[in-house]
């Protein structure tokens, strides 16, 4: 049964405690809905409570209905909902973002909105298998490292994902059977974006010319990756914490004799640590920039630096490497 598959999820991951306040984000599709209907089936079991938090995008014409929909559901099952409206094309076109990017954005942080104001203690979204599989497809498509192999995490921070092991027609067979009657996103059948190529036109070619368990394949690979990735992360902080001189929230200083005689995998993974530990992520900062900063600090040419975009500076002066915010 399905809800035994996601209950072996959470305890595997351990993804809800006892007295767990849980934000369920629920846009009303199959995925969103099978993960409400089974948490609200689990909730005893679990010891938990759950809220549900919905954005309606303002986008397609079906919208206020699929708000409609997951509103009588809550009511239906007296569970508490939180309703966001956000015009998501306006957020795109002021942001200079695509209309995915500010979905997501917008998404992510109401749902975060939600677990603040309600003293709520995870996020639960309904990403799947399936969805696991295209996100290692896209990311190896751009280009990514290892660690883009790894796919979604089950859990980050506070969000978990209790669907991440169950694939997408086990999901729909589920919505039948339980009667739900979700609400089926028409935009997902659009070849326009580069998730729906994949989803729509890459892995059915490659179930029907490759190998018919590709999604299963690819979720072996991810998390071998997973794996293999949190080694990486633990032996880079290791050398990390061995090779800091100091660290703020504006900057990092290293010692640049140490920091020398480091494999270059691992000296590349420090680099980025430190970028990541100053501006929360490494956006915008590629191989090149990478091999560049590896190249100022082995010629150990004092007070040289480099500014790879318009925020940061990586200098060399006296022995030491200098990352911090402009």
Do not use: W
Request: glycine content about 4%; aromatic content about 6%.
């Amino acid at each position: 049964m399905l809800e035994d598959e996601v209950l072996k999820t959470i305890q595997r991951y351990n993804m809800i405690q006892m007295d767990d306040l849980v934000v369920v984000a629920v846009s009303g599709g199959p995925d969103s809905m099978t993960l409400l209907n089974i948490l609200l089936n689990l909730k005893n079991k679990l010891k938990c409570e759950i809220i549900v938090a919905h954005v309606n995008h303002m986008i397609r014409a079906v919208a206020d209905a699929e708000t409609a929909y997951v509103k009588e559901f809550c009511d239906k099952h007296e569970i508490k909902c939180y309703i966001k409206k956000i015009n998501v094309i306006k957020k795109a076109e002021l942001e200079k973002i695509s209309t995915e990017e500010a979905g997501r954005n917008a998404r992510y942080d109401f749902f975060a909105e939600v677990l603040k104001n309600t003293n709520a203690t995870k996020i639960a979204i309904a990403h799947n298998k399936n969805d696991n599989a295209e996100t290692v497809l896209m990311n190896v498509i751009r280009g990514s490292g290892v660690s883009g192999l790894k796919g979604i995490e089950p859990v980050r921070d506070k969000i978990i994902r209790p669907l991440i092991e169950i694939d997408r027609k086990s999901i729909e067979q589920y919505c039948i059977e339980q009667n739900l009657n979700p609400k089926f996103d028409e935009s997902n059948k659009e070849n326009i974006y580069t998730r729906n190529k994949i989803r729509n036109l890459l892995i059915p070619y490659l179930e029907k010319e490759f190998n018919p368990s590709i999604i299963d394949s690819i979720n072996r690979l991810s998390d071998l990756a997973a794996q293999e990735n949190r080694y990486i992360e633990k032996i880079v902080n290791e050398n990390f914490i061995n090779i800091k001189e100091n660290e703020n929230s504006n900057s990092v200083e290293l010692n640049l004799k140490k920091f020398n005689v480091l494999d270059l995998f691992i000296r590349s993974k420090i680099i980025l640590l430190c970028i990541k530990k100053i501006f929360g992520n490494t956006k915008g900062i590629e191989k090149k920039h990478i091999q560049d900063v590896i190249k100022l600090c082995e010629n150990n040419i004092g007070n040289k630096y480099l500014t790879p975009n318009k925020n940061l500076k990586i200098a060399v002066h006296k022995g030491r490497i200098l990352i911090s915010k402009i």
